[in-house]
């Protein structure tokens, strides 16, 4: 099914949608979660919440490229669950929960700022990206939104697993340059 | 700032951007596997091919009849000749010309060189002078067997059981100007010099052991 059907079926809050969103994407986005979590269960989990989230986002949302749109949302909530996994392990640790605690203050839960900001920083690496050639753009992309291994993104990018290694290396060192440029402090 | 503000900063990434990559990601994949099942089946079929010329080469092997019927009519009266070296081969496959192809017998008409090519076609109605003059015609009741090997050469020396000489022809089994010794013991041996046909039923490296052959003189 195409996807303006599928966002269709959303708008109409027709339930077939998640289920035409799992047969077409399901793969697409279980990979996306496991390559951050490493885990099947907590996978599925993080799909799920994926389909979830979409139901509640559309309406108001209509996305134009929904695997995007998808992927990001999968992205988020994995990266979420790595989070609250590994604060879960952290629990023994006095310093942990006082690290914690200490970090709430720092951000004084200021959630908007907070996005606001990765925002604004995303809008500046995007910018970065768009001057950078197209290998490097892929590299960089499957690398670190997709978190594809180095060795596969060196594979689909036509280039060797060192070759990668380097321009991702040159790559950070750039990108930090641009944002200190830019007036982001790193 | 910390990586996790950059990890989520990724997240605003264009759109486009990502869907490129992820194009990329997915064809590449593709490719490589449709790479990678053309290159089993290559292998495939390199392992069926070899197998099956290895079991070929052993069929072969397997019907010579080198060691079992192949006597010469010198053998026979005089029974010197040396049997072929343990290391000849015999190929079964090799077709000797046509009768009417070979060189012509009739060694009054002329006794220039000739070149002879194997791939000439029989033809019973090209002239006869049009072969080579031989000092020594095959009867023929004499015609060549099927399993018979021929090669050109020009007689370098004569020796006690044949001839020197190198090879003139172009043939399956030896290259141009290779220097080969022929074990003979007919009646007529070739002179220094002249040009022979030899019909042979085993050889080796540096050695033919003739059956029969034709002379042409100089």
């Known amino acids: 099914m195409r996807d303006e059907k599928i966002v269709d079926l959303y708008w109409e809050r027709n339930e077939q949608a998640i289920k035409h969103t799992d047969e077409k994407y399901g793969k697409y986005l279980t990979r996306i979660a496991f390559n951050i979590l490493a885990d099947t269960e907590d996978s599925k989990e993080s799909v799920n919440d994926t389909y979830l989230a979409a139901w509640n986002s559309m309406p108001p949302q209509r996305p134009t490229a929904l695997s995007a749109y998808l992927g990001k949302i999968t992205r988020q909530i994995s990266i979420d669950i790595f989070r609250k996994r590994n604060r879960e392990k952290r629990k023994g640790s006095e310093y942990a929960v006082s690290y914690d605690e200490i970090s709430e203050v720092l951000s004084a839960g200021d959630m908007t700022e907070e996005q606001v900001q990765a925002r604004l920083l995303g809008e500046a690496i995007n910018r970065f990206l768009k001057e950078?050639?197209?290998?490097?753009?892929?590299?960089?992309?499957?690398?670190?939104?997709f978190l594809d291994p180095l060795k596969e993104a060196a594979r689909y990018c036509g280039m060797s697993e060192g070759k990668a290694k380097?321009?991702?290396y040159r790559t950070r060192i750039l990108l930090k340059e641009y944002l200190q440029k830019e007036g982001f402090e790193i | 700032m910390n990586a996790e503000k950059l990890h989520d900063a990724l997240n605003y990434l264009d759109d486009g951007m990502i869907l490129e990559t992820d194009r990329l990601r997915h064809k590449k994949k593709k490719t490589v596997i449709f790479r990678r099942i053309i290159s089993v089946a290559a292998c495939i079929?390199?392992?069926a091919t070899a197998s099956f010329g290895i079991e070929h080469i052993r069929n072969l092997r397997d019907n010579?009849?080198?060691e079992e019927n192949i006597e010469t009519p010198d053998q026979d009266e005089e029974g010197d000749i040396p049997p072929a070296p343990e290391n000849s081969r015999?190929?079964?496959e090799y077709t000797p010309p046509a009768d009417d192809?070979?060189?012509?017998?009739d060694g009054e008409k002329d006794e220039t060189s000739v070149s002879y090519e194997e791939s000439a076609p029989a033809d019973e109605s090209a002239p006869e002078?049009?072969?080579?003059?031989?000092?020594?015609?095959?009867?023929?009741?004499e015609a060549p067997e099927d399993k018979e090997h021929q090669i050109v050469l020009t007689v370098t020396e004569i020796t006690e059981n044949g001839f020197k000489g190198y090879i003139t022809d172009r043939n399956d089994i030896y290259d141009p100007n290779t220097d080969v010794t022929v074990v003979y013991k007919g009646e007529k041996l070739p002179e220094t010099g002249d040009t022979v046909?030899?019909?042979f039923f085993g050889y080796d490296k540096t050695t033919v052991y003739a059956k029969r052959i034709f002379i042409v003189k100089e």
Request: hydrophobic letters at 30%; aromatic letters at 12%; a negative charge.
């Open chain 2, 129 to 141: 002078d049009e072969g080579p003059p031989l000092e020594e015609a095959p009867p023929s009741e």
């Open chain 2, 45 to 47: 079929c390199i392992v």
């Open chain 2, 64 to 66: 010579s009849p080198l």
């Open chain 2, 197 to 199: 046909y030899v019909y």
């Open chain 2, 90 to 92: 015999y190929e079964d």
């Open chain 2, 101 to 105: 192809s070979a060189p012509s017998v």
């Open chain 1, 166 to 168: 380097s321009i991702l």
């Open chain 1, 132 to 145: 950078q050639p197209k290998e490097v753009r892929n590299l960089f992309i499957g690398r670190y939104y």
